[in-house]
């Protein structure tokens, strides 16, 4: 079965400084992974996703993403954090399986990033 | 382009009611999906569509009921309201094919006294 565990349930660094959300996934199949990003009281908005084409992705805003299979991991990074990217991150994974319920996403428990000025 | 709507973003309602959580799409996304949110158990999956007419249960269905009779619209029906179903609900929707990634709405926070 699918799933996605973030390390970190919390992660706190300084205006300027690099992000750094980690995630491992476990798939038998080749995945399909996606961040996203939730603002307080927002609905969720796609980051970035991974679809087997490159292995680094580029998403919005200046995040990007490693696709590691050796290390099982999809961590999402950012040179310089701003205040705005002040939010709560979720790893996704695409429940792959011949009934995989429309394509069901399945969601780590989230990281909440926290940008100081 | 007003993309995914939902309404009402929030409410408030006694145990027993019957509650209706509206959802609009205007990309004529074949897929339509409802999640609730939960501290401690993030999105869990209540029920999905594939097209208008043809929708199954996820993994949260019981005490739900949806029906999708245009291609646009995905209601949410809570039959009897407990409050166990206090939550916030995300509808989200997504083209048909290998194009996996969904886009959500902005959420209906229901409270259930």
């Known amino acids: 079965a699918q799933s996605v565990t973030q390390l970190d349930s919390h992660v706190s660094v300084s205006e300027g400084t690099p992000v750094l959300l980690r995630c491992n996934y476990s798939?038998?199949?080749?995945?399909?992974l996606f961040w996203y990003v939730q603002h307080p009281n927002k609905g969720l908005q796609l980051l970035l996703k991974?679809?087997?084409?490159?292995?680094l992705v580029k998403g919005i805003n200046g995040f990007e993403a490693e696709f590691k299979k050796s290390e099982t991991s999809f961590h999402l990074t950012k040179p310089s954090a701003h205040m705005s990217d002040a939010a709560e991150y979720f790893c996704?994974?695409?429940?792959?399986?011949?009934?995989?319920?429309?394509?069901?996403?399945?969601f780590g428990q989230g990281t909440e990033l926290s940008v100081k000025p | 382009d007003a993309g995914i709507t939902q309404s009402p973003r929030y409410k408030i309602t006694e145990t027993g009611r019957q509650v209706t959580l509206m959802c609009h799409q205007t990309?004529?996304?074949?897929?339509m999906f409802w999640y609730r949110q939960d501290l401690g158990h993030g999105l869990r999956l209540i029920y999905y569509?594939?097209?208008?007419?043809?929708?199954d249960k996820g993994e949260v269905p019981d005490g739900y009921v949806v029906s999708r009779s245009k291609t646009e619209n995905f209601p949410l029906t809570l039959e009897s309201a407990t409050r166990s179903q206090t939550s916030v609900y995300f509808c989200?929707?997504?083209?048909?094919?290998?194009?996996?990634?969904?886009?959500f709405g902005p959420g209906t926070r229901l409270t259930v006294t």
């Open positions: 990309w004529s996304h074949s897929y």
């Open positions: 991974y679809t087997s084409a490159a292995t």
């Open positions: 569509s594939a097209a208008a007419d043809i929708t």
């Open positions: 798939s038998s199949y080749s995945p399909s």
């Open positions: 996704v994974v695409i429940a792959a399986s011949l009934y995989n319920q429309g394509g069901k996403l399945i």
């Open positions: 989200a929707s997504r083209l048909a094919g290998l194009t996996y990634e969904q886009y």
